[in-house]
């Protein structure tokens, strides 16, 4: 059993830039493949990202493509997501997400595990 627990929202400007954290913990981290995922008011939610357990396969939505970096320590159990240029349709809970396969994936029911989300706003 993966608990998850994200941090680094807030509320910032158009342009702006935010790191997310999750820190996981009751597994063996290298084990897991990682995704963040967002969900807006009102709306599904969306895939952002994904990184595969060794760190070597990354994945991320056309939306952020260029703005927002995945990544992963193993030794800290961490995994990150660097936003730089952020706009306002970036605004909405962002979720960090575990599954136990060497694969990464788009689809959120792919996924085993699930932190509590943060909130990201970005005012216009």
């Known amino acids: 059993q993966v608990q998850l627990v994200e941090s680094g929202g807030g509320l910032v400007q158009t342009g702006g830039s935010l790191k997310l954290s999750c820190a996981a913990s009751g597994g063996t981290f290298g084990n897991y493949a990682m995704g963040w995922f967002r969900q807006a008011p009102g709306k599904e939610r969306e895939f952002v990202a994904a990184?595969?357990?060794?760190?070597?396969?990354?994945y991320s939505s056309d939306s952020v493509k260029g703005r927002f970096t995945i990544s992963r320590d193993n030794a800290k159990n961490m995994v990150y997501l660097q936003m730089n240029s952020l706009k306002p349709e970036d605004t909405a809970i962002y979720y960090c997400a575990a599954r136990m396969v060497a694969f990464v994936s788009r689809i959120d029911w792919d996924y085993d595990y699930w932190g509590q989300g943060t909130q990201v706003s970005v005012s216009s």
């Open positions: 990184i595969s357990r060794s760190g070597g396969t990354l």
